[in-house]
Structures are given as structure tokens and as C-alpha cells.
């Protein structure tokens, strides 16, 4: 297990707990299977262990974690039919978001996405699997923003978890390259004015983890469930 976060006695230490092994869950530093001890996790952050069952119920509702009856917490396998499902809300939700940005579009709009590729390119070249997912939500997040959907991409990401585990674990499989592509074709429809070529190109490229989704699934197999 990571190293324990520092508490900032400003924030909610419940909110603080769950983040912290949120993301150790989304990058898979927690297999599916390991079990969670309130009292070894209270014992490591130096918290009681209130905020840490509170933490153990959200994750639960998220679907992160599963509890069994007379045995305790444990680290739950990824949903693909949660992540299909999601994958599908997404693709309806953000070809309709990029129509409206394409209409938006501004030269600063446009110059932030196109730095946002380049810095996704250096992620990528270096190996930096963390820094490229959170690069990639930014993307979405800036397009979401950009088009005035912000409050949508909020709700959107609440119901991301299965996927973005999956999306992190599609990272260390593939080149990040070509998804990388799909961006820069994004970008340049929508500063073209192009709605339908923008829309075309959200669409491949969130169908992209269909075409992933079989090898990952047979590579990782321990990370999956129906």
C-alpha cells in the first residue's frame, strides 16, 4: 500500500481517506481480492476508525470494494457491464457536447487543447501512466467545460470508476500514441468548424475501447468480472 496521505485538518478526513485509496484502487495498486482493515488503515493514516468505515462505504457504493458477510472488506473486481454502460453514456453525452463546442470554438480554446496534446505526448514518452490518465480526464473535462457542459462532466465523472480503472490498466497495454491521434482529430475538426468530422471522431475514438477491451480482458483476466 502507498505511502499514507497527510491529513489537512481542513478537510473531511472520511473525503480524504476515500481519495487516497480511490486512487490507489484506480491505479491498481490494490488487486482485486485484497482485503481492507479498518483498523490497520486507521492505524497507518493516524485517524480513528469512523472516517475510515465511512470511506469503506463509499467505495462500496462505487462498486470499488465488496463487503462479505463474516469476512470483511475486500477490493472488488472491474464490472465490464458497468464500464460497457458507461462507455455508452459517454459516447451519446460527448458527441453531442462537441457539436456545441465546434459552434464555440476560440483561438484560446483551441491553443489549450493543443497543449494539452503536447503534454500528453510527453506523458506518454516517458512512461508517466498516471500523469497520461489524469491528462486524458483533463482533455475531456476542457471539452465539456469549453462547450458550457461542465456541471454534465461532473455527474459524468461520479460514475467513472469502473472505467477509468480499466482505462488505466489499457494505458500500460497499448501505445498511448494512437490515442493521442484521436485527440489531435478532435481538436482539429472542431477548430475547422467541422461538427459532423468532431462528432465522427469522439465517436471512434470512445469505440476504441471496444476494440480494446477483448485482449485486455484475456491479459488481465484477474481484474474483471461479468
Not at 82 to 89: F, G, N, S
Not at 118 to 127: G, I
Not at 136 to 147: E, I, K, Q, V
Not at 204 to 214: A, G
Request: proline share 3%.
Amino acid at each position: 500500500m502507498d505511502q499514507r496521505p497527510r491529513i489537512n485538518p481542513g478537510i473531511s478526513t472520511a473525503q480524504q481517506v476515500h481519495d487516497w485509496l480511490h486512487d490507489l484502487i484506480l491505479r491498481g495498486d490494490l488487486l482485486p481480492g485484497t482485503q481492507l482493515s479498518e483498523s490497520e488503515i486507521a492505524g497507518r493514516v493516524g485517524v480513528s476508525r469512523q472516517p475510515v468505515r465511512e470511506a469503506f462505504i463509499r467505495l462500496a457504493g462505487a462498486g470499488l470494494t465488496e463487503v462479505r458477510p463474516q469476512r470483511g472488506t475486500f477490493i472488488g473486481r472491474i464490472s465490464l457491464r458497468e464500464v460497457l454502460a458507461v462507455r455508452a453514456i459517454r459516447e451519446a453525452v460527448e458527441s453531442d457536447m462537441i457539436r456545441i463546442l465546434t459552434q464555440r470554438m476560440t483561438d484560446d480554446i483551441h491553443r489549450d487543447l493543443r497543449e494539452q496534446l503536447d503534454r500528453q505526448r510527453a506523458a506518454a514518452a516517458r512512461r508517466d501512466v498516471n500523469g497520461f490518465v489524469l491528462l486524458d480526464n483533463l482533455f475531456h473535462r476542457t471539452l465539456a467545460t469549453a462547450a458550457g457542459h461542465e456541471d454534465v462532466w461532473h455527474r459524468i465523472e461520479r460514475m467513472t470508476s469502473q472505467m477509468d480503472r480499466l482505462r488505466y490498466l489499457a494505458v500500460q497495454t497499448f501505445e498511448a500514441d494512437a490515442l493521442i491521434e484521436q485527440h489531435r482529430d478532435i481538436v482539429d475538426a472542431g477548430a475547422r468548424g467541422d461538427a459532423a468530422g468532431a462528432e465522427a471522431a469522439i465517436r471512434r475514438h470512445l469505440r476504441q475501447l471496444l476494440e480494446d477491451l477483448p485482449r485486455i480482458t484475456s491479459d488481465r483476466a484477474e481484474f474483471f468480472t461479468d
